[in-house]
C-alpha cells in the first residue's frame, strides 16, 4: 500500500505529490473523525433520518459538493471501519519513519462511494427487471382469465415433428373422431360439444400429433357453423386453449354456474317425486353450481356442502 509518491490525507488534494515530513501529522480530520462521540460504534444505527440522508447523499452533486465523499464514508458503518483502517496505517507508517504512502483519503472515501453507487444502480436494474416480470405476468393472467375455470382442458402436449405420415396413420386417427354425417356441428340436437372435447383430447393422448396437425383434425371433424367458426380461429393464430374456450362459449347451452345455485337454493321436492329424484336434481345442479371453481378438494367439498344444504332446503317439514 506504500508507494514512491505521497498522496495527502487532506481531503481534495488525493493528487498531491508532497513528500511527508519524518514527523507528519495525521490528518485533522481523520483525528476529529477517531475522537468524535458521533462515531461510536455502539451508536444506534438504526436512525431512519440517518438512512435517508445517507440514501439521499448518493443523488448529491461531487462537482458542486466535493465534500460528499467523505460525508458518506464517513457516516457509513463499513466506510468508519475503512477510515479508522486507514488511520491505523497512518500512524503505523508514521511510527515506522516511512515518508511516501499510496492510499490517500480522498482515494479512499471516492471509491467507496463510487463502489456503493454501482451497487445501488445494480439493485435498482434489479428490481425494474423483477418489476417488469411481474407487471408481464399480471397482463398476461389477466389477457387469459377467461380460460382458467373452463370446464375441459386442451391437451398440453403436441409432438415437435409431423406424425401422420402415412394415410394409414391418417385413417385410424380419423377413426377416433366423428365423420360423415355425425360430424360435431354445434347444433342443440346433435353431439353434445363436451363429448366433442373430451374425444379430441382423447385422439391427441394416442395419436400425439402436432398443432397444425391437431388444427386439422378438429376442421376434419366438424362441419357447418362450428367449421367455420374453427376455421377463422385457427387463421388468427389461436392456441387449443383458447379455441376450447370458444368452444364452449359458443356451443355449451347447460345453465351457467350463477344460475345453477339460485335454482338449487330455490328448489322444493315435489310431493309425488321420490327421495332417488330429488337428489339426483339436486346433484346436477350442485354440479353445476360448483364446476366454476378448480378441480380437487375444494371444488368437492364445496359440492358436498351444496347437496347437503340443497337437500335440507328441498325436503318438506312434515
Known amino acids: 500500500m506504500f508507494a514512491s509518491k505521497l498522496k495527502s490525507l487532506t481531503p481534495g488534494s488525493s493528487k498531491s505529490t508532497s513528500p511527508v515530513p519524518p514527523e507528519f501529522e495525521v490528518d485533522d480530520q481523520i483525528e476529529n473523525f477517531i475522537n468524535d462521540p458521533r462515531n461510536d460504534p455502539e451508536r444506534n444505527g438504526d436512525d431512519q433520518e440517518a438512512d435517508v440522508l445517507q440514501a439521499a447523499a448518493l443523488d448529491g452533486d461531487t462537482t458542486l459538493n466535493p465534500g460528499i465523499h467523505y460525508e458518506y464514508t464517513n457516516n457509513h458503518p463499513l466506510g468508519k471501519l475503512l ?10 507508517a508514521k511510527k515506522t519513519g516511512l515518508k511516501t504512502m499510496e492510499l490517500g483519503i480522498d482515494d479512499l472515501c471516492t471509491s467507496f462511494y463510487n463502489a456503493q453507487l454501482m451497487e445501488r444502480n445494480r439493485m435498482k436494474n434489479s428490481i425494474l427487471q423483477t418489476t417488469a416480470g411481474i407487471e408481464m405476468s ?20 403436441f409432438s415437435p415433428v409431423p406424425t401422420l405420415l402415412t394415410s394409414r396413420q391418417r385413417a385410424d386417427c ?32 394416442q395419436c400425439n400429433l402436432s398443432q397444425p396437425e391437431f388444427n386439422e383434425m ?41 344460475e345453477a345455485r339460485a335454482r338449487l337454493y330455490a328448489y322444493k321436492a ?10 339426483a336434481t339436486i346433484q346436477r345442479l350442485a354440479s353445476r353450481a360448483t364446476s366454476n371453481m378448480p378441480p380437487g378438494i375444494a371444488r368437492t367439498t364445496s359440492y358436498n356442502l351444496e347437496v347437503i344444504s340443497g337437500l335440507i332446503k328441498a325436503l318438506p317439514y312434515s
Not at 270 to 279: G, I, Q, W
Request: glycine content about 4%.
Open 174 to 205: 380419423m377413426k377416433l373422431l366423428p365423420s360423415g354425417s355425425h360430424k360435431f356441428n354445434g347444433s342443440p340436437t346433435g353431439m353434445n360439444i363436451l363429448e366433442y372435447l373430451h374425444m379430441l383430447k382423447t385422439m391427441q393422448q
Open 218 to 258: 378438429m376442421l376434419a371433424s366438424t362441419t357447418g357453423n362450428a367449421h367455420m367458426l374453427l376455421y377463422g380461429w385457427i387463421e388468427n393464430k389461436e392456441d387449443p386453449t383458447n379455441i376450447f374456450h370458444n368452444l364452449l362459449v359458443h356451443f355449451d347451452k347447460r345453465l351457467q354456474p350463477e
Open 270 to 279: 315435489p310431493k309425488t317425486a321420490d327421495l332417488a329424484k330429488v337428489e
Open 138 to 157: 399480471m397482463i398476461e393472467k389477466e389477457m387469459n382469465s377467461h380460460t382458467l375455470n373452463q370446464q375441459v382442458e386442451p391437451p398440453k402436449t
Open 83 to 92: 477510515l479508522k483502517v486507514l488511520h491505523d496505517n497512518t500512524q503505523l
